[in-house]
C-alpha cells in the first residue's frame, strides 16, 4: 500500500473555516492601496536565479540556503520567488515603467524559502507588498509608514509596534560593519553559530539574532547611528518629524536592520509580542541602489512587505469572523425544485452579501430542518405542494424564536434585503432593524 498522500513540509492549505480572515486583509489592503495611488502588478512565481543571486546578496540566508534553485530543461537556472521587491524592479526595469516617472505599485502571492517550519513562518508563506519608485525624500517614507498604520486601523489590529531605523548610504555600512566586526571578534567564541558564520559573510544580520547570549553581547556594541553620513541622519530627522506631525508612535532601534542587502537609509518594522517568537508582521525601507543594481537608470525607491500568515493570526486574535447571512431552501416534493431554484437564483443575483443554498438531500421536514440547524443556516425557506400551488413560501428562522411566516414568493427579495449582511443583524428581524 502506497504513504499516505500529504502537502510538503512547511507548505499549508488554506481552509473555508479561515479564508474570511484572508479575504478582509486582502480586500482592505487592495481598497487602501486604491486610495493612496498604488496600481497592482502581478508576477511570475519563477524568476532567473541570477535576479535574486544580484539583489538580495550572495551572503545573504536566503540565497546561501533558502532558495529553491533548479535548473530547466535548458539548463537554465531558476527559482521561486523568496520576495517580491526585485520581481517588482525587474519588470519595472524590462516594460518601461519606471524611466522618468513616480510609479507606485503592489503586489500579493506566494513566497518561497526553505526555511525550518514554525508557527508563523512556513516554506510557503504570502506576502502583500508596496514598492514606490523616483521619490528620493523622506515624505514618501512617511506615507509608506502612514499607509501600514492605516491598515493596522481599518483591520481592527492592535498590540504592533513600529520600530524605525536608519542604515546610512553604502559608506555608512561599510564602516559600521568594520566596527562592528572589530568589536565581535573579541567575543567570537561566545557567539551562537549563526553568528559565528554571518561574522564573516554579513555580520549586520548579527544584530537579528535571537539568541539571548548573543543580544547580551551586542548590548555594549557599537550602535549603527555613529556610522551614519549627515546627508542620511538628515533625512532620517526629517521622517521622525513628519511622523510626529501625524501623531504616530514609534521607536528608534539602532539595531534594526533588514536581511536583504539592497537597503539603505530609512528601515522600519511593525512588531508584535502577540505572535511568540515571529513577531515582525510588516517591513520594508529605502533601497536607492537597486534598479541601477539590476541594470536600470539610478531610481530611488522605497518600499515594504508585509506577511500575511501572521496578520491573520492576529486578526483571528483580534476580532470575530463576520460571515454573511446564510440562507438554505428546503423543497419537500420535486413539485417544488424548478420553483426553488428559481428563488435562489433571483436571491444570488440580487442579494449580494448572503449565502443562499439549496438542501438537494432527501429527507423529511424534520430531518432537512435538523439538518440545516446543524450546518449554522439563519434562515430556512421551505416550499412543498401547498407553496407551489400559492405561490407562497414558508420562512423559519433557526436563530431566534420568531415565528414561522409564510409570505409571497414575489415579495421574497424585499423581505429578505435587510438580512443581506452580517449574521448579527439576521438575528433580529426586519421589525428590529430601527432598535440599534
Request: hydrophobic residues 35%.
Amino acid at each position: 500500500m502506497s504513504n499516505k498522500l500529504q502537502a510538503i513540509r512547511g507548505m499549508n492549505d488554506i481552509l473555508p473555516q479561515d479564508i474570511c480572515y484572508w479575504q478582509l486583509l486582502e480586500k482592505t489592503a487592495q481598497q487602501l492601496f486604491s486610495r493612496y495611488g498604488f496600481g497592482e502588478i502581478r508576477l511570475p512565481l519563477l524568476e532567473k536565479t541570477e535576479l535574486f543571486a544580484r539583489s538580495i546578496g550572495v551572503s545573504t540566508d536566503i540565497v546561501e540556503k533558502e532558495m529553491y534553485t533548479f535548473d530547466d530543461r535548458n539548463g537554465d537556472s531558476l527559482t521561486l520567488r523568496p520576495e517580491g521587491t526585485a520581481s517588482v524592479v525587474r519588470a519595472g526595469i524590462e516594460r518601461g515603467l519606471l524611466h522618468n516617472k513616480i510609479s507606485k505599485l503592489w503586489y500579493s502571492g506566494p513566497m518561497f524559502r526553505h526555511e525550518r517550519p514554525q508557527k508563523g513562518r512556513y516554506r510557503q508563506f504570502h506576502q502583500i507588498g508596496a514598492e514606490c519608485f523616483g521619490l528620493p525624500g523622506p515624505a514618501i517614507d512617511a506615507e509608506l509608514i502612514m499607509l501600514t498604520g492605516q491598515l493596522w486601523d481599518e483591520l481592527g489590529i492592535t498590540a504592533v509596534e513600529l520600530q524605525v531605523n536608519t542604515l546610512g548610504d553604502s559608506d555608512s555600512r561599510v564602516a559600521y560593519r568594520s566596527a562592528l566586526v572589530e568589536y565581535l571578534q573579541d567575543y567570537r567564541d561566545q557567539l551562537d553559530d549563526d553568528s559565528q558564520r554571518r561574522l564573516l559573510t554579513n555580520p549586520l544580520r548579527i544584530l537579528d539574532s535571537k539568541n539571548s547570549d548573543t543580544q547580551a553581547l551586542l548590548a555594549n556594541a557599537p550602535s549603527l547611528l555613529d556610522s551614519v553620513d549627515a546627508e542620511s541622519s538628515n533625512h532620517f530627522q526629517a521622517l521622525q518629524i513628519m511622523l510626529d506631525a501625524q501623531g504616530m508612535s514609534y521607536k528608534v532601534n539602532d539595531r534594526l536592520v533588514r536581511g536583504l542587502d539592497y537597503y539603505n537609509r530609512t528601515v522600519f518594522e511593525w512588531v508584535t509580542d502577540q505572535l511568540g517568537a515571529q513577531g515582525t508582521v510588516c517591513a520594508g525601507g529605502r533601497y536607492d541602489g537597486l534598479v541601477e543594481q539590476l541594470g536600470g537608470r539610478a531610481t530611488p525607491a522605497v518600499g515594504f512587505a508585509m506577511g500575511e500568515e501572521r496578520l491573520v493570526e492576529l486578526l483571528k486574535q483580534q476580532r470575530a469572523p463576520e460571515p454573511l447571512t446564510h440562507v438554505q431552501f428546503i423543497y419537500l416534493d420535486d413539485s417544488a425544485l424548478l420553483p426553488a431554484l428559481a428563488l435562489a437564483q433571483a436571491c444570488r443575483a440580487q442579494l449580494h452579501n448572503m449565502r443562499v443554498e439549496i438542501d438537494h438531500q432527501s429527507g423529511n421536514p424534520g430531518k432537512k430542518l435538523n439538518r440545516a440547524d446543524k450546518a449554522g443556516v439563519d434562515i430556512a425557506l421551505i416550499i412543498g405542494g401547498d407553496e407551489v400551488d400559492n405561490q407562497t413560501i414558508s420562512v423559519k428562522f433557526l436563530r431566534n424564536s420568531k415565528p414561522q411566516q409564510q409570505i409571497a414568493q414575489d415579495q421574497l427579495i424585499e423581505f429578505l434585503r435587510p438580512f443581506s449582511h452580517a449574521v448579527s443583524t439576521a438575528q433580529n428581524g426586519p421589525d428590529d432593524q430601527n432598535n440599534d
